[in-house]
């Protein structure tokens, strides 16, 4: 599968997505950290051709045959990361992780949840999901009201200004220069 895009960008997302879903083994996967270089090294290259369109068709070939030959590896490592997912989006609801059934208990109909064996079971039913960090204290200083919001003077806003300039590479003196240059220099004796 090629992507046939004008956004290279694009292109290259949508195949380095899709490779990984099929090549996706870990450092742990691996005897040594040289073959798991050697074998980054081998994804990234097909990624490059696929990209550029050098050899498409024996790469996607290559690809079907590592999908063949490592299915049960790939539905593998696919689980772990289903599995990984939950258990983090468990952690930031502030839930325990769930763990596998215990198959030794008795009923052979329905699993602790009320689900069919063999059936899914959502980790996490009907709760929204996670939104960042939840709302934030407003910072309260003095000089400040109940909302936050500072009460200012004319003299306060007129330093805090011109902190704001400074910061941003800008002098008073600077423009006061450039109106009387221009100003000036308009002038014709």
């Known amino acids: 599968m090629v992507v046939a895009s004008g956004n290279v960008f694009a292109k290259e997302m949508a ?15 691996f005897e040594s950290l040289r ?5 980054l090294e081998e ?10 369109g050098i ?8 690809i079907a045959q590592y999908q063949r030959e490592n299915a049960e590896q790939i539905m593998i490592a696919q689980a772990r990361k289903a599995e990984e997912y939950a258990a983090a989006l468990a952690a930031s609801k502030g ?3 769930q763990t596998a059934v215990d198959l030794s208990s008795g009923s052979s109909q329905a699993g602790p949840t009320g689900v069919a064996q063999g059936q899914y079971a959502p980790a996490i039913a009907a709760q929204p999901r996670p939104m960042g960090m939840g ?7 003095h000089g400040s009201d109940m909302l936050g919001l500072e009460y200012e ?8 200004a ?6 941003g590479g800008f002098s008073l003196e600077m423009s006061k220069k450039r109106a009387l240059e221009e100003a000036f220099a308009s002038i014709w004796i």
């Open 15 to 29: 195949i380095r997505k899709r490779i990984a879903s099929i090549y996706n083994k870990r450092v742990d996967d």
């Open 95 to 97: 839930q325990l992780p």
């Open 135 to 141: 709302q934030q204290p407003l910072p309260l200083g």
């Open 162 to 167: 011109e902190k704001a300039a400074k910061a």
């Open 55 to 62: 050899d498409v068709p024996a790469i996607e070939s290559r």
């Open 35 to 39: 073959d798991f270089n050697d074998y």
């Open 153 to 160: 003077d004319e003299e306060t806003m007129k330093l805090r």
């Open 43 to 52: 994804v990234e290259d097909m990624i490059v051709k696929l990209v550029e």
